[in-house]
């Protein structure tokens, strides 16, 4: 559901801008909390492999595809603020190098697609984890519901947004029931991919869901007259820290992942338009977009220009677009980590000073 230019008028357009800087202000500061050494560099990859599922878009319904939006998926993972910046960084590398969402509609996609999802599925995540029982095989289905939800709501937000500002003069109701209709098809794929990722992740290091942690120790259970009970409160030892686990063999084999899915499975996706490209044709919205200020970029529509076998040229281009995300999301989220330790150093350097004297 990348916005072109042209679908949405200026003010609107700058509004929602102004609404994304917004967001992803406050999400730099929420990142801080969120963040730590073990983090960043997998809130890197999250992004990462978003990017690379995006580029598979996969059937619908006749004529037309989706793919992944991946607000649902980020913010189980690596938390709601983390999340916002990781679609950010997708978002915006998109529509530099790859003329995939309007550089002026860069705020409308950014509020779209990735504050809304992540806002809607992260509430409905933590909802529904708070009613069922606290094991894996819940927080996989509520995984599940968040993303089947965050992908219409998204699809109302930019109705919303084109009731408001859209350039051609089409009855919203049409709108409406196209977007919402088409993206709840979408939404299943959607949830679909969510809920295997979440799941296979809660498999091997269930420590690295920000979404669940904490929640899924099972209490202590007491056998009374043949009955199994929770045990009190009292009679329930503490438990011991969990020890630290190195992330270098997930991260890894998470980037090959999403290399393999950018560079080879990227090129049997759907080649039909996607939600909003087939409701824009068949509703009218197009009439007024605007060519992309990146058209002449040699990576445009994720292939390398100078390359004329495609399968090669789509291949390549993936491989670069997420070797460049992996690089710049964790750089940014590296900063952030960093941010975080300093307003604690100084006390420290005070503390050893004093005992120096």
Not at 213 to 228: F, H, N, T
Not at 326 to 348: H, L, M, N, S, Y
Request: glycine letters at 12%; proline letters at 5%; a negative charge.
């Amino acid at each position: 559901m990348h916005v072109p230019d042209g679908f949405i008028g200026a003010p609107v357009s700058v509004a929602a801008g102004v609404f994304a800087a917004g967001a992803v202000a406050v999400s730099l500061r929420g990142a801080r909390r969120e963040l730590d050494e073990r983090t960043a560099p997998l809130a890197g990859l999250v992004a990462a492999f978003i990017f690379a599922v995006q580029m598979l878009n996969f059937p619908v319904a006749a004529g037309t595809s989706g793919h992944l939006m991946g607000g649902a998926l980020a913010a189980i993972l690596v938390g709601p603020y983390t999340a916002v910046l990781c679609l950010s960084v997708v978002l915006l590398l998109q529509g530099i190098f790859f003329a995939d969402g309007g550089l002026t509609a860069l705020g409308v996609n950014i509020t779209v697609m990735g504050v809304v999802t992540v806002v809607v599925a992260y509430a409905v995540f933590r909802l529904l984890t708070g009613l069922l029982p606290r094991t894996r095989r819940s927080a996989t289905a509520s995984a599940f519901v968040a993303a089947l939800v965050s992908v219409p709501a998204s699809a109302a937000a930019f109705t919303l947004l084109y009731w408001i500002g859209g350039t051609t003069d089409i009855p919203i109701g049409k709108v409406f029931t196209a977007m919402v209709g088409v993206h709840v098809l979408i939404g299943i794929g959607e949830a679909i991919i969510t809920a295997l990722t979440v799941g296979a992740v809660l498999a091997v290091r269930p420590d690295l869901v920000h979404g669940v942690q904490g929640s899924l120790a099972a209490p202590l259970k007491l056998r009374i007259d043949g009955e199994l009970v929770d045990a009190p409160a009292a009679t329930r030892d503490p438990e011991p820290a969990p020890a630290r686990r190195s992330t270098r063999g997930f991260w890894i084999t998470g980037l090959v992942s999403a290399f393999l899915l950018a560079g080879f499975v990227s090129f049997y996706a759907s080649a039909n338009p996607d939600g909003l490209e087939r409701v824009a044709a068949d509703q009218g919205i197009d009439e007024k977009v605007e060519e992309h200020g990146a058209a002449d970029s040699p990576l445009a529509d994720y292939g390398v220009g100078d390359i004329a076998n495609a399968r090669l040229s789509g291949g390549l281009a993936g491989v670069i677009g997420v070797s460049a995300t992996v690089v710049v999301g964790t750089g940014v989220f590296w900063v952030i980590r960093r941010r975080k330790e300093e307003p604690g150093d100084a006390p420290r350097d005070r503390d050893r000073d004093h005992e120096n004297a």
